[in-house]
């Protein structure tokens, strides 16, 4: 018989970014499921309702923003994935940082296009259940965008080859909350646009 070996090549486990962001995530993550739990019990309520209100949505602009978004994380991970393989290289990494703000920005753009046609309609956060969650849900959501695009605004300036290139902790703490940013919207539009 064979001996199966195991090869041990001296890498130990790394947690991304700084403690401090995991408390960060976790708090965003729990607030969001009682968030999720209290809109699945209302919609058990008045499913019609939540179904009809639903059908309003534009899906379009819903899955425009989650290519965005999805995109300009993707942009993130492979800037942050060479910061930490070669600092001395940031060129490349600025350049997809900046990218992936710009995407932030134009998520923030397609949203409000998206409640300027509610709004313009008469539809409200008073408009019922369902567009109450909608609008708290999506403006939670709104501002972890608008934070987390300064964020990557930051550390794309930071990264700029006049600088000192901010610690890799530091950038991959940003890179956690962009990612969480994302995989938020990824369970709203999920639950909004498609439930």
């Known amino acids: 018989m064979n001996e199966v070996k195991t090869v041990r090549t001296g890498t130990k486990k790394h947690l991304p970014g700084e403690e401090g962001i995991w408390a960060v995530v976790f708090g ?25 209100d639903q059908a309003s949505l534009h899906r379009g602009l819903g899955l425009l923003n989650t290519i965005v978004l999805l995109t300009s994380s993707a942009f993130v991970a492979w800037a942050i994935q060479r910061l930490r393989a070669n600092s001395a290289d940031r060129a490349g990494p600025r350049r997809a940082l900046a990218i992936g703000a710009a995407l932030g920005a134009a998520f923030v753009v397609v949203k409000i296009v998206e409640w300027r046609e509610k709004f313009a309609a008469g539809i409200t956060i008073e408009s ?57 919207w990824v369970f709203l539009f999920a639950l909004l646009y498609l439930a």
Do not use: C, N, Q
């Open 128 to 184: 019922g259940d369902f567009f109450m969650f909608y609008f708290v849900m999506g403006g939670i959501h709104l501002l972890h965008v608008l934070a987390g695009t300064g964020f990557l605004i930051y550390a794309t300036v930071a990264t700029g080859p006049e600088g000192e290139a901010p610690k890799m902790a530091t950038l991959e703490g940003i890179g956690v909350f962009w990612h969480l940013v994302d995989m938020l």
């Open 28 to 52: 965003d993550l729990v607030i969001f499921a009682i968030l999720f739990g209290a809109f699945a019990y209302y919609r058990g309520l008045d499913v019609e309702l939540f179904v009809s």
